[in-house]
């Protein structure tokens, strides 16, 4: 059970982190009710650390293993994620599985690639002229209309993917270009770090022109110098590995620590008696990791040097070291061995999530561990995550809004134009490639800069960043939102 002590000062923040409401405050002192599952975020919480666990179970409850958290439900009672209910000594799925997605709308064929691209077609300014471009061809005996102009959009800018395991920053750091904010750094997606460059607050203020000139150099495939805190520095252009601080980056990560555990945990159980997986998200240790019991390993008295989260994973604190941990050799992952459990003799392996770094000690009689050479089986373990690694590489997509006057020259109904975009009945591409249209107001895009015409934007000194807009329409929508029919032009005509 989880046991209180006399330091509990009835402050009450285990009780409002506490996901199933098992805690109260009674008398100034937490009180633990009985479907408490011992999931361990009030001990990770509580500032007194007057909270612990204890091994003890009470009758009936069962351990769920559908995650690492291991909560012990007791009967009747959810774990805490809410998910799997213990009825009667068994873990049930407490929603029935949905076998029927949602019906989703897709747009017509015939529309989803425009007639003629907007890249070198001009823009007709002020915004209640027509479109440059308004064309006009037979695709399958329907009328189809593509209507283009290279719009000035000041709501806009790039997120860039870069897929390396290596420290840039933290979230919410800024990205300088030649001393001047044009960005920040974005949260973290699996196995890369994001940033972001541009937006409307970046572009109309004082370091505007260079956002802008950034925003266009990187979405038309150019190399850009850019740093992070005016200390880390970044060279990046899309489809290429990007280099920071002087180093090319070669591999992605397979996965965070736990990851590579659950990938390789048999083995590793057939090359070592014990394998920590450095990796600043999750640091795996396979003996107690959940993969590990899996395959018949228990845990060997090896602690990593990290906080732990839950079976044989722990969290590594942020640097520049290995894996973008602390860490800077593989002896430092080694926290402690616990000769009580261990036997000297033993062997450890530690390795980064791309195969790159590696090393194998050998557990001595006093705790302590001595690196050893390489065996052949070591190394084709590490040989093996990062055979399994994709290649680094930089990746731009162009965000932007073209909810605003540029309606104005598609048609005379600024509105039936939004609400024909998010129906599918109207098509947006930029230079050509397909977007993403976000959920709610606006006409707001996402798009692969790949996938675009060769060098589409451009951009004035407004600041404003210059992009290829295309809608794609059955002729019979267009005259439904008040297209400029007078504007059309035979394609073919317009193609010669």
Known sequence: MIIVSDKCTGCGICKKNCPIHA???????????????????????CPFTAITKDADMAEGVVICSACPVQCRVPLGSTGACKRYTNENGTLVRNRELVTEAKEITEPDHRLTRPIITAVGAGTNYPCSRPAPYIVCEKRDDVDVVTVVTEAPLS????TIKLDTNTYIGEEGDKVYREGKHIGMVNTEEYGSKMMTIGGANRLTG????????????????????????????????????????????????????????????RMMKETVDECIVIDHHVIGLVSEHLAGDAVGMTWSGVTPNAHKSSRGRYFGDHGDGIGGTTLKSPRDAIASVDMRIAKAGMRVMVVNTTGEIFALFEVQADGDVKEIPMTEKALALAKAINDNCEESRVSVMYVGGTGGSARGGVCTKPLALSKAVH?????????????????????????????MA???????????????????????????????????????????
């Open 155 to 158: 709501y806009s800018g790039v």
């Open 423 to 451: 129906e599918g009945k109207a098509v947006l591409t930029i230079g050509g490639a397909p977007t993403y249209i976000l959920p709610g107001g606006g006409i707001n895009f996402i798009v692969d800069t790949e996938k």
């Open 206 to 265: 004082k370091d505007g022109f260079i956002v802008a000139k950034t925003i266009v150099e990187l979405a038309n495939g150019e190399e850009v110098e850019v740093s992070v805190n005016k200390t880390t520095k970044i060279k990046m252009q899309t489809g290429k590995a990007p280099i920071i601080n002087g180093i090319q980056e070669k591999k992605m990560r397979i996965g965070c620590g736990s990851a590579t555990v659950g990938l390789f945990a």
């Open 23 to 45: 805690i109260e405050i009674v008398e100034k002192r937490a009180v633990i009710q009985d479907n408490c599952v011992q999931c361990g975020i009030c001990t990770r919480v």
């Open 454 to 496: 060769e060098r589409p934007l451009t951009w004035v000194p407004t600041p404003a960043t210059v992009a290829p807009v295309e809608y794609t329409m059955k002729l019979s929508d267009y005259q439904a939102i008040g297209g400029h029919l007078d504007q059309i032009k035979d394609a073919a005509s317009v193609k010669k």
